[in-house]
């Protein structure tokens, strides 16, 4: 199955900075989400973006299937930013969400 | 309903007992999903149902684990004999589109602590 690594593992940022997440997967991928888990285990859509660019609000992502990565950017941190952040992906007939390990952020005062 | 609902969204039983989770989908969606977290890990894939047939069983770690869909809609995960190994939070997901390609909405979780 499709292999999906995030990085970096771990990430501790100044509130009002900005930084910018990873996502590969090993193959081409016909549906992939980016989601937010809160300290409560809330998972929460950021995006679904097989490919292409989409901006919502402070967050931003990328797609570039052909080269097989994605990106999540966010800008102007503030600590409800805090959480996990997870990439999952699928591949070809594939019935499920493959989940990365995710990046756990912690967004200081 | 507005998003997808959980229940128990906390469950403590003592090793051995059977347990049972309820999923109640997204109204209309056809596509139903069920993954389980333990603690500090990434989510692991159970099973998924398209409508009430359960094509992908492939995650479902062993046989005391069972699941099934009724009339489309509410989907109940059953886990008998239960171990210590089991205490993790099961997720539930639906999505409208019946292919792959669909957005997945996630409910809030069932907690089980098994003792």
């Known amino acids: 199955g499709i292999q999906v690594e995030q990085s970096p593992p771990d990430l501790i940022l100044q509130e009002g900075a900005n930084s910018t997440l990873r996502c590969n997967f090993s193959?081409?991928?016909?549906?992939l989400q980016w989601f937010h888990q809160n300290p409560w285990g809330q998972l929460i859509n950021l995006f679904y973006?097989?490919?292409g660019t989409k901006q919502n609000g402070r967050l931003s992502a990328t797609t570039v299937a052909t080269e097989r990565y994605s990106l999540l950017y966010i800008s102007s941190s503030q600590t409800t930013d805090s959480g996990v952040y997870f990439c999952?992906?699928?591949?070809?007939?594939?019935?499920?969400?493959?989940f990365g390990t995710g990046t756990r952020l912690q967004v200081t005062l | 309903g507005a998003g997808v609902s959980q229940s128990p969204s906390n469950k403590v039983t003592e090793k051995g007992k059977d347990v049972e989770l309820r999923c109640d989908p997204i109204?209309?969606?056809?596509?139903l999903y069920w993954y389980r977290q333990s603690l500090g890990q990434g989510l692991e894939f159970l099973i998924y149902?398209?409508?009430?047939?359960?094509?992908?069983k492939s995650g479902l770690p062993s046989d005391r684990f069972s699941a099934e869909r009724t009339g489309g809609s509410v989907s109940t995960l059953t886990i008998q004999r239960t171990q210590q190994e089991d205490s993790a939070v099961y997720l539930c997901?639906?999505?409208?589109?019946?292919?792959?390609?669909?957005?997945?909405?996630f409910g809030e979780g069932s907690r089980l602590t098994v003792l």
């Open positions: 997901a639906s999505s409208l589109v019946r292919s792959n390609t669909g957005e997945l909405f």
């Open positions: 193959d081409s991928v016909n549906n």
């Open positions: 973006i097989p490919s």
């Open positions: 999952a992906a699928v591949t070809g007939t594939a019935s499920k969400l493959t």
């Open positions: 109204s209309g969606h056809t596509a």
């Open positions: 149902f398209q409508g009430n047939s359960a094509p992908d």
